[in-house]
């Protein structure tokens, strides 16, 4: 099984202030095939049911909010939020979906400070 | 708008069987995978179950292999999970989610509310 680590565990971050969350596969997602990770970002807020943020590693679901943008490739991902929103308190999984079993992170808490 | 509803959750002893089904619109449901997620109460995610639109493959999480069955009902835009000699383990919110694309191999795009499974005696 591919095993998802994420650092930190948790951050809190003031109102505006850039937030990185990273994220560890075990081993590479990445697709020679057709050159691209199979790697995605979720938000779930309290309460809510996860939501889809990015996929691909990059590719910004449409309608997610231009301050969040991920990068990395092949076992180390990043998930930026380049201004912090009151909006944004939520726990952010990574997940890849390489290979079965499709596995994600253990999450990481988002707050205000 | 793109809606996938869950349902079928409820109180069963251990050992028991329960079958979830997700009422998905809005959607050409046959072209797309499907996939079952669980949360556990105060847990992370956990993936369950996929079945692909394009040849109807599944695949299942070892926790749950052998136990579980997948399936969908194109002509009724549902998705069913039958969960047979159900554990404690097994208690959790039940999210059933669309996946990108017709490839289990994506990401999952549109999530339902849950259906909570409590295993309990």
């Known amino acids: 099984d591919i095993v998802m680590t994420q650092s930190p565990d948790s951050l809190a971050m003031s109102l505006g202030e850039r937030a990185t969350i990273n994220c560890k596969s075990s081993?590479?997602?990445?697709?020679?095939?057709?050159?691209?990770?199979?790697f995605a970002w979720y938000q779930q807020k309290p309460g809510q049911s996860p939501k889809l943020l990015i996929h691909?590693?990059?590719t910004r679901e449409s309608g997610v909010p231009d301050r969040f943008s991920g990068s990395g490739s092949g076992t180390d991902f990043t998930l930026t939020i380049s201004s912090l929103q009151a909006e944004d308190v939520a726990i952010y999984y990574c997940?890849?979906?390489?290979?079965?079993?499709?596995?994600f992170g253990p999450g990481t808490k988002v707050d205000i400070k | 708008e793109v809606e996938v509803v869950e349902s079928g959750g409820g109180l069963v002893q251990p050992g028991g069987s329960l079958r979830l089904s997700c009422a998905a619109s809005?959607?050409?449901?046959?072209?797309?995978?499907m996939s079952w997620v669980r949360q556990a109460p105060g847990k992370g995610l956990e993936w369950v179950s996929s079945?692909?639109?394009?040849?109807?493959?599944?695949y299942y999480s070892d926790s749950v292999k052998g136990r579980f069955t997948i399936s969908r009902d194109n002509s009724k835009n549902t998705l069913y999970l039958q969960m047979n000699n159900l554990r404690a383990e097994d208690t959790a919110l039940y999210y059933c989610?669309?996946?990108?694309?017709?490839?289990?191999?994506?990401?999952?795009?549109?999530w339902g509310q849950g259906t909570l499974v409590t295993v309990s005696s």
């Open positions: 691909w590693a990059s």
């Open positions: 809005a959607f050409t449901f046959s072209i797309y995978a």
């Open positions: 079945i692909c639109g394009s040849d109807g493959s599944t």
């Open positions: 989610a669309k996946n990108v694309r017709e490839s289990c191999y994506s990401a999952f795009d549109y």
């Open positions: 997940q890849q979906y390489y290979g079965t079993p499709f596995t």
């Open positions: 081993q590479s997602v990445f697709h020679s095939s057709n050159n691209k990770n199979y």
